[in-house]
């Protein structure tokens, strides 16, 4: 069975979805394209200027208004007194020869595809309308596009990530140098303001080495309703005592101000960006394991057969399989989460194969987390 997983996914109705992926090893691999419709999932073609993408992400509006790109990865964030850290050239990012601009994004409109020129390589992708979305670029910065062409904006924070509720209910979240805290502005149709976080160290005498708080992502449900993840890492090194706890973070924006809250422990060490979705119950899905409640209780959830996750399992270690899921997103107007993401066996090879799960809040099982 060939190498696969997927990349990224997006809802557009209660019954539709999109799925992006890759299949192959390198240096074969090429992307994949998956549609949701009258409850299966079927391949269709990708658009021949991404068919040879690995790197796919999604976004969309509505059913008449689908992107898919190229998506850049993320680069490491700078830590407190640091410019920037290094990111690759627009060439090397896009994964294109030199000399070659980036690939464009492709837009579907129900009928067929349109390309969007996108001269700069997208980390995130916020999409309102065919000529209202924001994009997110590798140097952090946030780029607006009109129905005719990007335009950059200039805010004093390096952008991670952005999403929307609405054309004058616009969040981005990153980090605010020099010092190295979270960052989140938002948008209300006219212009940016920023807005106050907690500040987290590990110290009170100043900064460790490579001493880091950032937001990587973010979810907007309603004006009163935003919620992010980030982290508060450091680098540690040879002459520091003993090392602080790893934090993660969830914050949430009720209209008025930011408040954060730790994980639990046993989720703390899970990577620190990891896709989040509401789970129409009025709590959040974290990753592939976690479900946070309305009453701000921690449950996990647990994992399909034979798939390694919070309990443990009697399937010999060779016929074990490990999820990872690289995106969430709720089925509009419904208690339904799809995940995609890729199954990892146990064999020497660790071939993986990509997977989409189904999650409803009310089915059992799950169990508290401390």
């Known amino acids: 069975m060939p190498d696969s997983g997927l990349n990224g996914l997006v809802t557009v109705s209660a019954d539709e979805a999109w799925a992006v992926g890759r299949t192959g090893k390198p240096p ?126 200039r805010l004093p924070v390096q952008v991670r990530d952005v999403d929307a509720s609405s054309p004058d209910d616009v969040w981005a979240v990153g980090i605010r140098m020099p010092l190295a805290q979270f960052a989140a502005m938002h948008f209300d ?14 110290t009170h005498d100043g900064t460790l080495p490579g001493e880091t708080s950032s937001l990587g992502y973010v979810r907007v449900l309603a004006a009163d309703d935003v919620w992010a993840t980030g982290a508060h890492t450091w680098e540690p090194d040879d002459e520091a005592p003993t090392d602080p706890p790893f934090e993660k973070y969830l914050l949430h924006w009720d209209g008025q101000r930011w408040t954060s809250a730790a994980y639990p422990p046993r989720a703390a060490h899970d990577a620190p960006i990891q896709p989040m979705a509401p789970d129409g119950s009025g709590g959040l899905v974290l990753g592939a394991w976690l479900r946070r409640t309305p009453t701000g209780r921690y449950l996990g959830i647990d994992a399909p057969p034979r798939v390694e996750g919070w309990t443990n399992t009697e399937v010999k270690p060779s016929k074990r399989r490990w999820l990872s899921l690289s995106d969430l997103a709720e089925a509009p107007g419904t ?36």
């Not at 149709?189 to 590990?202: A, I, K, V, Y």
């Not at 208690?335 to 999650?359: E, K, P």
């Open 28 to 153: 074969r691999r090429r992307g994949s394209l998956l549609h949701y419709a009258a409850g299966r999932w079927n391949p269709v073609p990708l658009p021949v200027e991404l068919r040879d993408d690995p790197e796919l992400k999604a976004a969309a509006s509505a059913p008449h208004d689908v992107w898919i790109y190229h998506r850049e990865p993320t680069p490491l964030p700078p830590a407190a007194g640091e410019a920037s850290r290094p990111y690759p050239s627009p060439a090397e990012a896009s994964g294109q020869p030199d000399g070659l601009p980036p690939r464009p994004a492709m837009r579907w409109d129900g009928k067929r595809w349109h390309r969007i020129p996108a001269p700069f390589p997208i980390t995130a992708l916020r999409v309102l309308s065919p000529r209202n979305a924001w994009a997110v670029d590798p140097e952090g910065a946030l780029r607006h596009w009109d129905g005719r062409r990007w335009q950059r904006n």
């Open 189 to 202: 149709g006219h212009s940016w303001q920023r807005t106050r976080l907690p500040e987290h160290r590990f």
């Open 335 to 370: 208690h339904t989460l799809f995940g995609v993401g890729a199954l990892t066996d146990g064999t020497t090879d660790r071939t993986s194969r990509a997977v989409i799960v189904r999650y409803q809040p009310s089915e059992p099982p799950v169990h508290r987390v401390h």
